[in-house]
């Protein structure tokens, strides 16, 4: 694609600008009829992202009516957000917090008693940041009673072991191992373990 360029890039240096009007779309990511994404959508704002303290089952039932995969006892709190949901598979026993969004472009995968903390953005989508803007995609792993605590953002790609801690506002990208807990100061690292030889559940 050819792009535009920077005048203001420094002496005999021009920096390219992607021209975003000839970007590709990013319909191939859908997987379903663009009637079902649009009824979705309406659906998602009635039932799933609306701020109403209404029946986590309610949530469940609409999200499951459209292809997700959620184990029993899961409990969703308002406002959340799901993209696709025939790309969310979520096991048993988990908690959704408020306000996660679930922008999920590419299959997002969470295993049993997991805690999903409000204001998380999990996401499987980024760009081609140095030709044509398209779209690229990787799934997310969160694994078996794992915390993801409140506004972290997980990326594309990301693996969070077996009963891993992110620690809030943390960017996780790549793996975390398990019984990590991981967090964002001094730069997202593992700080310690979760669990240790003598704790006793």
């Not at 406002?79 to 025939?86: A, H, L, M, Q």
């Not at 990208?173 to 807990?181: C, S």
Request: hydrophobic share 40%; net charge neutral.
């Amino acid at each position: 694609m050819p792009a535009q360029s920077s005048p203001d890039a420094g002496p005999g240096r021009q920096t390219p600008v992607i021209d975003l009007a000839k970007a590709p779309g990013a319909g191939e990511a859908w997987d379903r009829p663009r009637a079902v994404v649009y009824l979705w959508g309406a659906c998602e704002l009635l039932f799933v992202s609306n701020p109403w303290q209404i029946s986590s089952r309610l949530r469940v039932a609409v999200l499951r009516a459209f292809g997700a995969e959620i184990g029993p006892g899961v409990t969703f709190r308002p406002r959340t957000r799901v993209k696709f949901p025939w790309k969310l598979h979520i096991g048993a026993g988990c908690w959704i917090g408020e306000g996660v969004w679930f922008h999920n472009q590419d299959d997002v995968y969470i295993g049993a008693n997991v805690v999903v903390s409000q204001e998380c953005f999990i996401t499987t989508g980024s760009h081609r940041a140095r030709s044509d803007m398209g779209l690229i995609t990787s799934p997310v792993y969160i694994d078996d009673g794992a915390w993801v605590t409140s506004r972290c953002m997980v990326l594309g790609g990301a693996h969070i072991g077996q009963s891993a801690v992110v620690e809030p506002l943390t960017v996780v990208r790549g793996d975390i191992p398990p019984n990590a807990v991981y967090g964002r100061v001094p730069g997202p690292s593992v700080i310690r373990e979760r669990f240790r030889d003598n704790d006793v559940l």
